[in-house]
């Protein structure tokens, strides 16, 4: 697996490339800044995934979250995995919204987690979603006035907090060790009860179940 | 004389009341005097009581206008032509030099009337052409009178004078008895008196021409006047070509001619009335130019007030000259001519100048009212831009101020978050890299441990991430209001909903609605027990409105006796209504309003308004 390492912090980038080169990953680049030259970087190397911090340089506000947008529009085949200090899901929504496939985000403490970190990378070169478990577990915590999230049974719950995190059907099942059958009863369950349109790829689902969650 | 108010003390130059009192008696004597020549020849009541308004009308126009307009001729000038309008009434008197004199002067009262009409409003005549037709009134009279009067016999030519009178006289200065010579220099004399009248009808016209709005407001009665006096020329032309046709429509046309004659002086007070309503209307200009907001506007309202169309308002400008409102430099003297310049001084030299028609400074009450105005005009506008200043300058310190603890704050944040948030996760991304490589029969106390040490590092991290978003929330600068709410409402234990408009906002604005949310939903957590929160924030016109309300206990403090403490995360907030003390403050900081209605048992709603410009 190539990957090119965004980060502004020296230490952290150095970090990073470590724990990947453990895991076996070819990092390909590093850069310390989210702009045209990493995109231009990336157009050459055309890495399967870019490990992005959320906050660059020079405003240290959304230069990441730009950058992630322009890397997912200019190279198809490049998975992009956005690092973040805080639990934010405005910025991994506006992402998803623009470009369902291979997008994560994940908080920075994950990223300790060496196979946390591979695990997301692996899905988001996969084309898949990847959104941080502690995310989804707090959505999901948020108290609700009149929620349907009560109506919902634990092995239901278990399956919408799966979503939400951008997990395939597969992913899911093998899991949960449910059949694929049952799988997609839940799912249904789910999405009936919470009024959300059913028979989503799992890409567009996690920003249907993302949008639910934080409303 | 400028700058005084009529009412106080007179500037030299000025008629005495002893004076006017003395010229009234004058003219009171010298109207009963006439009249008792006038009665003694056999005059009518009815010729009695016109001779006498007409007269006493000229004399009593004359003294109003000499002690309104002291500097002025018109009033002496009218208070003239009411003694001279008796001097014919003389010729009724056996006193052959009286009589003498009096036939003499019997036209004088037309000389004077001409000189009025044209050095009216002035009092005084402006070009050369006015002075020689003025000069030439004065000399028919002296001149052509005399000759006349020396071949004048009452008794033999008693129908060429209004007074009919055989037994007057008799003419103590006749050295002549010849009736035919007396008929034709009577005829001529005449004719030099209508010829001088259309004179001076033409020089009025001309006056007229050239006159501006101002000047032909105030010039309207001398031309009512002169409709009249043209009125008995034509009259007396005709009378002189056809006397016996016109005899029997004399007795017809002789009340209306009478009451014309009564209608100038009193067209003249009238005028004079005018400009008393004038000077009320100066109560308007103030009412108005207080509404100006600009030099141009109260230009304007001048203008219309004064009824000068050409008027200029002249602004001190640096360099010591004045400017129009348009910034266009002023000439001294004024470039144009009748026009005349008054300065309006505020006690610290002549701030403005007003450039007007010169027909304006024949009321200098008038000017001096719209002078004042001006001078409380730029007063006004002194102390509004200091005002201004000083609230600007009032606001922007605690603006300045907060600018600089957010600053700070986000400068903390970001250290923290470079610095040891940053090492932190080095730490234990190193560490995670270790339990792997320990080997399999490690001791599992040291396995333990790793383990252990890994756990404080997470929590520590945890806590250092929460005391950063509590200084400064990252994804407020990051994303805006909007997503900060919602973040802010993701970690919040109590049901949170969230109606942000999307849209970014300055920094200063942004931090400030977030802080008071912040606080908001820290007071209905902690203190208020609520069971669930509505958050709303949305641009209203020029303003950035944000609310909270929950269905907690509410009762928050009364906010004036709560000392300030600002509070910026759920877990600092000291007590209910210090923190909203502290947001009171920091709302008003930022020139917006803070309101709280927390009735008991009821809730709590806060709503802050924020300037966005």
């Known amino acids: ?215 | 004389m400028y700058g005084k108010g009529p009412c106080e003390e007179r500037p030299p130059g000025t008629v005495g009341s002893r004076a006017l009192v003395g010229w009234g008696a004058v003219a009171f004597v010298a109207g009963l005097g006439g009249c008792w020549a006038y009665a003694r020849i056999g005059a009518e009541p009815v010729d009695l009581v016109r001779d006498l308004s007409v007269g006493w009308a000229f004399a009593a126009s004359g003294l109003v206008a000499w002690a309104r307009r002291p500097a002025n001729r018109t009033g002496p000038l009218l208070l003239a032509e009411g003694l001279a309008w008796f001097l014919g009434n003389l010729q009724g008197l056996p006193v052959p030099l009286l009589f003498a004199i009096s036939a003499w002067g019997e036209a004088l009262n037309m000389a004077v009337l001409a000189h009025l009409l044209l050095v009216f409003p002035d009092g005084r005549a402006s070009t050369a052409r006015e002075r020689r037709v003025i000069a030439a009134g004065y000399l028919l009279v002296a001149v052509g009178g005399l000759i006349r009067v020396l071949l004048y016999d009452p008794t033999a030519d008693s129908s060429t004078s209004y007074l009919s009178c055989p037994e007057c006289g008799p003419n103590a200065f006749l050295v002549l008895h010849d009736t035919d010579l007396f008929d034709a220099v009577d005829l001529v004399y005449r004719w030099a008196g209508v010829v001088l009248t259309v004179l001076v009808a033409m020089t009025m016209v001309r006056r007229w021409r050239t006159a501006s709005r101002a000047r032909r407001r105030v010039l309207l009665p001398s031309w009512v006047a002169v409709g009249l006096t043209l009125t008995f020329v034509g009259w007396e032309v005709l009378y002189l070509l056809m006397p016996e046709a016109l005899s029997s429509a004399d007795a017809v046309l002789t009340v209306p001619s009478d009451i014309s004659e009564v209608a100038v002086p009193v067209v003249f007070l009238v005028s004079l009335l005018r400009m008393r309503l004038r000077r009320a209307s100066v109560g308007d200009l103030l009412v108005t130019a207080g509404r100006a907001p600009t030099a141009r506007d109260l230009q304007e309202v001048l203008r219309q007030t004064l009824g000068d169309s050409s008027l200029v308002l002249g602004l001190r400008t640096g360099d010591g000259g004045y400017a129009d409102p348009d910034g266009r430099p002023l000439t001294a003297p004024p470039a144009r001519a009748g026009s005349s310049v008054t300065h309006v001084d505020t006690g610290q030299g002549a701030d403005a100048v007003l450039e007007h028609d010169s027909a304006l400074g024949e009321d200098p009450a008038l000017l001096a009212a719209a002078g004042a105005v001006v001078r409380m005009w730029l007063r006004d506008a002194r102390l509004r831009a200091q005002a201004d200043e000083r609230a600007d300058k009032a606001l922007m310190v605690p603006r300045r101020l907060l600018q600089a603890a957010y600053e700070e704050r986000r400068q903390l944040e970001r250290d923290l978050h470079d610095g040891a948030q940053t090492r932190l996760l080095y730490t234990l991304m190193t560490l995670r890299r270790l339990g792997p490589r320990l080997p399999s029969g490690a001791d599992p106390a040291l396995r333990r441990t790793v383990a252990e040490a890994e756990e404080s590092l997470r929590q520590a991290l945890e806590e250092l991430r929460d005391l950063a978003r509590g200084i400064h929330p990252a994804v407020l600068g990051q994303s805006g209001l909007g997503p900060a709410l919602t973040a802010l409402a993701e970690q919040c234990p109590v049901p949170v909903t969230v109606e942000a408009e999307p849209g970014r906002y300055q920094p200063l604005v942004e931090t400030t609605a977030y802080f008071v949310v912040c606080e908001a939903m820290a007071n209905a957590v902690k203190h208020a027990a609520a069971r669930c929160i509505e958050v709303r924030s949305r641009r209203i016109g020029t303003r950035l409105v944000v609310e909270v309300a929950d269905d907690g206990v509410g009762g928050v403090d009364d906010l004036s006796s709560a000392t300030s403490s600002s509070s910026s995360s759920f877990s600092s907030s000291s007590s209910s209504g210090s923190g909203l003390r502290g947001l009171a403050d920091r709302v008003s900081a930022v020139g917006g309003t803070l309101e709280v209605e927390s009735p008991r048992g009821k809730g709590t709603w806060i709503r802050a308004e924020l300037p966005c410009e």
């Open chain 1, 1 to 215: 697996m190539r990957v090119i390492v965004a980060e502004d912090s020296a230490l952290l980038r150095q970090g990073l490339v470590r724990l990947l080169e453990d895991c076996g990953v070819d990092v390909v680049g590093e850069s310390g800044e989210a702009d045209d030259a990493l995109l231009a970087l990336v157009e050459a190397e055309r890495p399967d995934a870019v490990l992005l911090d959320i906050r660059m340089p020079p405003t240290h506000t959304d230069e990441g979250v730009r950058a992630a947008e322009a890397i997912l529009a200019c190279c198809p085949g490049t998975g992009v995995l956005l690092l973040s200090q805080y639990v934010e899901t405005s910025a991994a929504v506006q992402v998803l919204a623009r470009s369902p496939r291979g997008f994560g985000y994940l908080l920075k403490d994950r990223v300790a987690d060496a196979d946390e970190l591979f695990d997301a990378l692996r899905r988001v070169v996969a084309g898949e979603s990847a959104v941080d478990p502690d995310i989804v577990t707090r959505l999901l915590r948020r108290r609700r006035v009149d929620s349907a999230l009560d109506g919902l049974t634990s092995r239901e719950h278990q399956v919408l907090a799966l979503m939400a995190e951008g997990r395939s059907n597969e992913a899911i099942s093998r899991r949960l060790q449910v059949s694929a059958k049952t799988l997609e009863t839940h799912i249904r369950s789910v999405f009936a009860k919470l009024g959300l349109e059913p028979d989503l790829a799992a890409n567009r689902r996690v920003l249907a179940v993302l949008t639910y969650l934080r409303a």
